[in-house]
């Protein structure tokens, strides 16, 4: 089993790609045991992946948060079943299909980078692109947990 790690989005959609250029700037240059995927969409044939994932971190644009601020949300699953194409199918639900369909949802976080701007248009805003960086280092950082590095939320070893 490795992590996985999910960026999803629309590069069309100026600061919506970010989860998109993250995954792809990821999977460049994989953090070891780490499986990257980079979707457009969260299709419900993840829900496999996931099932043999020890670890999943989603990658994408977040609206409720400030341009260019980086948040950390652990993800629940949810007993609501993943409907329709695209962001309809979100990560809690994915992670209750591959619960329902597999036996196992593995601990989940979401990385998001708050985004400006989510007009018809390709690029990422200055302030996302600025905050490339720190959202690719958080996503190390998990993936480094998992395998028995850094502790995320402490900068310290797990115990």
Do not use: W
């Not at 970010?18 to 829900?47: F, K, S, Y």
């Not at 652990?74 to 597999?102: F, N, V």
């Not at 976080?109 to 690719?136: C, N, Q, R, W, Y």
């Amino acid at each position: 089993m490795t992590t996985l790690v999910i960026g999803f989005g629309n590069l069309l959609r100026g600061d919506d790609g970010v989860g998109l250029t993250i995954a792809q700037t990821l999977a460049d240059n994989p953090p070891p045991d780490c499986q990257v995927i980079v979707r457009h969409q969260l299709t419900p044939e993840l829900a496999d992946a996931i099932a043999n994932a020890t670890l999943v971190v989603f990658v994408d644009a977040a609206a409720d948060a400030a341009p260019g601020v980086v948040v950390i949300r652990q993800i629940r699953e949810s007993a609501k079943s993943p409907t329709g194409l695209g962001h309809a199918s979100d990560p809690p639900g994915l992670l209750g299909l591959a619960r329902r369909l597999y036996g196992r949802a593995p601990e989940a976080f979401l990385i998001g980078v708050g985004a400006g701007s989510f007009a018809m248009g390709e690029g990422l805003s200055d302030m996302v692109t600025a905050a490339l960086p720190e959202a690719i280092a958080a996503v190390r950082k998990l993936v480094a947990r998992d395998s028995g590095g850094e502790d995320p939320s402490t900068g310290t070893g797990t115990p």
